[in-house]
DNA sequence: ATTTTATGTCAGTCATGTTGACTTATCTAT
DNA sequence: ATAGATAAGTCAACATGACTGACATAAAAT
């Protein structure tokens, strides 16, 4: 409302670009996660099995509550997931070296081989989005995602 | 891998920046749809009616089968939530003037409410992260989101 | 020795997606 | 005029991935 009374109002902030954002981000975040979620019914897994592998493959050797943090879902919920991942031999514990209660999470190769997989089908689309955007929208498109998420997430993102 | 071998690979092309961008985009997308599922649990709603809600009150008068091309489920599951929301009042159909057969859609005053509330919480999130990064970066958004879209969506964002 | 923490598990529920089969009303084409 | 196609709705069964709550075990911390 402040913006709309305002006679400085930035054509950027204008209740219709703003809708068109809304609109962009689901339609884009749908078909982002389209072809990996066709890859995973192969395996009959689905998009939270996905987030596990992600997330183990960059983080080897996380630990469940690490995990548990990130993904910002109850230990019932992840432990559904894991324990296929786990038994189905795509992801290895192994008992924390200094505190023996963790159980260090890693990806086994098959596990490995998956993650492969399902990162080059989103690279695929990410680097064609990239290449017809150019290097500049590319840094746009950081920096207002990082600015959308919680501040407290941000820090991954340092480079 | 052919980004990889090439010796022209750029910056914004390498396996790091592909991976910050899914991360990005998982970290974004999963705040963005935070706040407006804290304010539809107060009624009982998810984010499919939110959907629903929203497509219905950017397209008044959409009919049934064009609200399941855009949302690409199947009708017995838009069926559940627009029922709902139907029968509590959010939305209201009427009989298509020329295809009788059609039912066009329309938010009712409580619906369009409801819609306002949700779009306030999304708007403060995304001009937040729009000013913060700005117009130019807003620019690199727009593009690299419509280009990681399906092609075909694409002309709902042309101006 | 006691408490806290990390992890796991059992049980039940909910939201939202799916497939498949079938109905009704209405429009379109022969 | 009638036959077929289309728009919408419904019933039933099922899968996935969230949730809450209660409880168990082992190891670390106090």
Redesign the interface.
């Known amino acids: 409302m402040t ?1 709309i009374k305002s006679g400085t109002n ?4 204008r ?1 219709d ?16 996660t389209g072809e990996p979620d066709e890859l995973l019914a192969e395996y009959s897994f689905g998009r939270a099995h996905h ?1 596990v592998i ?1 997330f183990v493959g ?1 983080h080897p050797g996380i630990t469940v509550s690490e995990l548990l943090l990130i993904l ?1 879902i109850t230990k019932q919920s992840l432990s559904r997931v894991l324990g296929q991942l786990i038994r189905e031999g795509f992801i290895r514990q192994t008992p924390g070296p200094v505190d023996r209660r963790q159980r260090l999470l890693k990806l086994t190769t098959k596990g490995q081989e998956l993650d492969d997989k399902l ?1 080059d089908v ?2 695929q ?26 501040e407290n ?1 941000r820090k ?2 340092s480079r």
């Open positions: 913006d930035p054509l950027f902030l209740t670009e703003i809708m068109q954002a809304i609109e962009l981000l689901f339609f884009a975040y749908r078909d982002f987030r992600h960059r910002r990162f989103q690279r689309r990410i680097v064609r989005a990239y290449k017809e955007s150019g290097a500049e929208a590319v840094a746009g498109f950081r920096s207002v995602l990082l600015n959308m998420m919680e997430d991954r993102f």
